[in-house]
């Protein structure tokens, strides 16, 4: 997957760079840069499981929330397994370039979380586990449980550094390949600098 962005990214860069003017027009351009670092995002899947409990939710009280009429107490207990994706990169606005002369200095903000999916093939009958002699689970708990889980994915994605760095890093290579193409176009050996946030 990371081969095919950096190969599409490649392309664009040379599409873009050569499209209605010559070589000597070709230049790099901060407004470029930020548009193929998009390209550069960091897909990873995941694993997750989804838990609630709720101790004696059955009752006959119908002024209490979330009541569920059985005739004796039961808890609620239930889980569920399911796969999804992250994807990391970084704000493209706020990356930043030089130029002087030969020497191209890129500033690279920090990674952060672009977008979680679920994948919702992974739903099925054999997702949901109840547990024993508890009532079944409703549609609000099933959405409170999944709501849960995906905070506590993310918040150990946010605090995952090698993650991070890695999705920085990304970037790093597609916005490398965009000015080495650049160079070739106009034959200049362009030394590149690189400062992280």
């Known amino acids: 997957m990371k081969r095919l962005i950096c190969l599409f990214a490649s392309a664009i860069i040379l599409c ?15 407004t470029q ?33 979330d009541t569920k009429f059985w005739p004796w107490e039961r808890d609620t207990d239930f889980w569920i397994e399911y796969e999804g994706t992250i994807k990391l990169g970084v704000d493209s606005s706020k990356i930043k370039m ?15 979380i672009l977008d979680v999916g679920i994948d919702e093939k992974t ?7 109840i547990g024993g002699n508890t009532t079944p689970p409703k549609a609000i708990e099933q959405v409170k449980a999944m709501a849960n889980a995906e905070k506590r994915m993310i918040e150990t994605a946010k605090k995952d550094s090698a ?3 890695n999705a920085q890093k990304e970037v790093e290579n597609v ?7 650049i160079g070739k176009l106009i034959n200049v050996d362009y030394k590149v600098t690189w400062k992280y946030e």
């Open 123 to 129: 739903f099925n009958e054999d997702s949901y586990v």
């Open 163 to 165: 993650l991070l760095n």
């Open 33 to 65: 840069a930020r548009n193929i670092s998009e390209l550069a995002t960091l897909e990873c899947y995941y694993h997750n499981v989804a838990r609630f409990y709720r101790e004696k939710s059955s009752t006959w009280k119908i002024w209490e929330p």
């Open 98 to 112: 030089s130029i002087d002369g030969e020497k191209v200095e890129v500033f690279i903000p920090k990674a952060k």
């Open 16 to 30: 873009c760079s050569c499209v209605g003017c010559g070589n000597q027009d070709a230049q790099l351009d901060l």
């Open 175 to 181: 916005l490398n390949s965009y000015i080495k193409n």
